[in-house]
């Protein structure tokens, strides 16, 4: 297929990356097949499940409703970058591993990159809070209880950690810039 | 749900952590989280082909010819390959071989698959599939389900003699099967009008259910790999690895050792993934080719490419004594099975069996039918038969409760079942069945405050419409409603759904570990975890590795009918106790114990052998050195027996489950629209093995009977879906789903392992009626269609067309 093509260069979970495509290519295409981060799941195509939900400059988009060239010069998070550098779970992928706020986890993904963003916006959210939060992501197997649970828990430990801005923690904002090496 | 807590033996510190009743989190858990979990659409070989399937636009068409030069010119295109290409056997199917593996003669379903494709790119197979020319003849679509099931003049989906009958289920024309069931007076020939006369108030009741759809998130996707030996290894999202093979490799023209899979992860199944997709035609194209060959549907082609649950219509009458006793049912059950048999013959088992649900009634007749038509097939999806009837026998028993002015939880405690009763079938429940006892557990549980309690009563995200901003408090009225559901679990009417194990014991850095190996389908509900527990339960050894599961080791049985925690967790209980044995049995040629010491005071626990006299006898590591212990065993259930064909009786089940559910709704009477409040169950599971999975497993089954009950139906014209997407086809939200109270109760089965019962199941059963009971206390409306729909509730008929 002779077809026109772009070179786009973005950061991805810290680390520079170029790639070489169409102007329609969907992001959450190009980071599962052009840059090989298969964590960021299609579930719909339609931006309905918000299983491909990742972070552009820190807020979540829909990676199946945007195409890979907006993301050019932009900084996207996907769920492989939520941990920190040394591999440090983010207190999201420890508290829905330990409320049992997965079983199949196809949608985890988008869940704990939304709710990441969510908990820098809003480090101490009430239960009904952390229920709206994540009323734009489907989940087909856990009937939602566990994964309130996980929200909840998860702001714990955020604060816990002290990683909370607001109590003086010297973390940059925005979910997770942090640098890989 | 206590979880079980063992004293720790004579000389040891602790008992072994994370056994069975425990808690453990799940081995793939970091790996979800990671998003390094490898899912069935994440496989990736560098010089790998990707499939695209070309489908049929007609849901009944003869076909003329099908020419695939012009694809074949596109480059980039490796191979297109119709039913001429198929090596060996042209159909398959679950139950009756009658599904071509790409169509030949005539299309029975739109969105049937005609003629694959392997290209370079996905883009380039799906151009690919637009220059194959098929020449169709359309023909009248078979869209009556009960008209197929009735009427001797309706054209036949398949051609007479194009099927190998199947007598012992009164296969014949377009019924697929059809089971009647007679007890009491009706056995003895009784007409309706006899056995009615016995009774002083009777209801009658025609009820729909749609067709659900399983809506897993991870759509069918796969990776066949062709083999130096001639034959393929296939990475799939299965829920039954060797029925998958058995289907396979007869199609491919191979043994089944030439056709290998590996379970890759699954995102979700509910049912959909029991029958074949992709499977075939990823393996064709990767012989063919001599490339791997991967496919993944979308969202909309996942609509077209897995069974949904069996559209029902039923039609009841009940009659029961003025004082709420009941005295006969009749029943009559039309599932539309759609173009190919999958799963309708279990499926109409399930329906007749458990077809007036729990309930002691002495005359009845049951005539069940599951029926070709040329709509969507429809198969498997969690609650098989049992989800459909629920609606229906639930619904009589709402009818029945308003017209003898009884309460209806009073009136289900009438009649309840216990153990010692017996189905219609003849079937003894010879296990605890405290039916009385859950309905009397879900009616105490503490209500939801009134919404005139609520911090702020007129927000309208605590109204149903929600952030829609529909209504600030006008027009809502509340209702309750119960609902009760029985549920076999593991494959019934003879069935030898059998499990296999491998368990090892070996030392492995001067440490006891244990490695578990099993063909069994993880699909999200925890298995993985499950045969972890056990293994350290039996064995007293905290490091258990799960292997992946793959064709390498014996059939463990489909991830369906409740049934793995039972028949694969048997299975590893069986192949542990084996080790075990054998590892007292080192013990006693070790001099260890004197000859004639009994096993029975014998245990392994906290890596150590221990004698109940003595404390610790030695450690597994010093026992064991170099040595490792395997064994492999098969787990089988009970035999159960095919229901006869002409009165379906028979002890057809291994064993019964049971949920009760109690719904709070908040309705918009003016706009239809529904809010559930609260949707608490009470389920008896025989023995928590895991309190947290269970939690998820009635959460979600919960969850998916909401969305039975108020939003969930595919959309079906004249054999055409018309919804397959997200944003047509809605599943429950957060927003839809209400907090969700579990009380379980733990009365074992004898006949299990440890007592337990498969949990998954029950509550999709029992939440759609209970909701939808509460709709009508709510509202006063008949509601015979689930799901419920707006003009149900306001009282108008819905658009036509």
Known sequence: ???????????????????????????????????????????????????????????????????????????????????????????????????????????????????????????????????????????????????????????????????????????????VRRQRP | MASTSTRAPVGL??????GIGASPRRPDGTLKVTGEFAYSSDMWMEDMLWGATLRSPHPHAEILGIDVSGALRLPGVYAVLTHEDVPGEKRYGL??????????????????????????????????????????????????ARRAALDPDCPLVHEEGSLPLHEEHNQRGN?????????????????????????????????????????FLGPESGLAVPAEDGGVDLYIATQWLHVDQRQIAPCLGLPADKVRLTLAGVGGAFGAREDLSMQIHACMLALHTGKPVKFVYNREESFFGHVHRHPATMRYEHGAKRDGTLVY??????????????????????????????????????????VYTTNPPCGAMRGFGAVQACFGYESQMDRLAAELGMDPVDLRIKNAVSQGSRIITGQEIDMPMPMAEMLRRAREMPLPPDRSSLPAPSDPRTLPGGVANTSHGEGIVRGIGYGVGLKNLCFSEGFDDYSTARVRLEVVGGEPAVTVHTAAAEVGQGLVTVKGQIARTELGVERVTILPSDTRVGSAGSSSASRQSYMTGGAVKTACEAVRERVFALVRERGLVEDGHPDALLSLSGGKVVSAAEGVLISLADLLGGEA????????????????????????????????????????????????????????????????QLAGQIQGASAQGLGLALME????????IRNPSFTDYLIPTILDTPPMRIDVLEHPDPHAPYGLRGAGEPP??????????AVRNATGRPLTHAPVRPEDIVGIDPPQG
Do not use: W
Request: with cysteine.
């Open chain 2, 329 to 370: 049912a009749t029943m009559e059950i039309v599932l539309d099975g759609g173009a190919y048999a999958s799963a309708t013959p279990a499926v109409v088992g399930v329906a007749s069996s458990l077809g007036i649900g729990p309930y002691e009634v002495p005359h009845v007749s049951v005539d069940a039918y599951g």
């Open chain 2, 175 to 215: 019924r697929v099967r059809y089971q009647p069931i007679r007890t009491g007076a009706f056995a003895d020939g009784a007409s309706v009008e006899e056995v009615r006369a016995l009774a002083d108030v009777v209801v009658t009741g025609e009820y729909e259910v749609g067709m659900q759809d399983q809506a």
């Open chain 2, 13 to 18: 510190s602790s008992v072994t952590r994370d």
């Open chain 1, 1 to 175: 297929m002779n077809e026109e093509t772009h070179e786009i260069r973005l950061r991805v979970n810290g680390v520079p990356r170029a790639a070489t495509v169409p102007a329609r290519r969907l992001l959450s295409d190009c980071l599962r097949h052009d840059l090989g981060l298969t964590g960021t799941h299609v579930g719909c195509e339609h931006g309905v499940c918000g299983a491909c939900t990742v972070l552009l400059d820190g807020r979540p988009v829909r990676s199946c409703l945007m195409f890979a060239v907006g993301a050019d010069g932009h900084e996207v998070t996907t769920v492989e970058g939520l941990a920190a550098a040394d591999g440090t779970p983010h207190p999201v992928q420890r508290a829905f591993r330990e409320c049992h706020g997965l079983q199949c986890g196809f949608c985890t993904p988008g869940f704990l990159t939304v709710v990441a963003a969510f908990l820098e916006e809003n480090p101490e959210p009430t239960e009904e809070q952390a229920r709206e939060a994540i009323g734009g992501n489907l989940c087909r197997c856990t009937g939602y209880v566990n994964i309130v649970r996980a929200v909840l828990r998860a702001a714990e430990l955020r604060r816990a950690a002290g990683r909370d801005p607001q109590a003086g923690d010297p973390a940059p904002r925005g979910p």
């Open chain 2, 95 to 144: 139950e009756y071989r009658d599904q071509p593996v790409l169509a030949f003669g005539k299309v029975r379903y739109k969105g049937e698959p005609v003629a694959i494709v392997a290209a370079d790119h996905p883009e380039t197979a799906r151009r690919a599939l637009e220059r194959i020319k098929v020449d169709y003849r359309v023909l009248e679509p078979v869209s009556d």
């Open chain 2, 713 to 720: 139906e595919i959309q079906v014209h004249d054999g055409v």
């Open chain 2, 764 to 773: 999709t059963l029992s939440s759609t009626p209970a909701i939808v009971a």
């Open chain 2, 629 to 692: 212990i395997e064994e492999t065993r098969e787990y089988h259930h009970r035999p159960t027996q095919m229901l006869d064909p002409s009165r379906g009786q028979g002890s057809s089940h291994t064993q019964f489950g049971m949920c009760v559910h109690r719904a709070v709704v908040d309705v918009d009477v003016e706009l239809g629209l529904v809010k559930v409040v609260a949707l608490d169950a009470v389920q008896d599971v025989g023995k928590v093995m895991h309190p947290q």
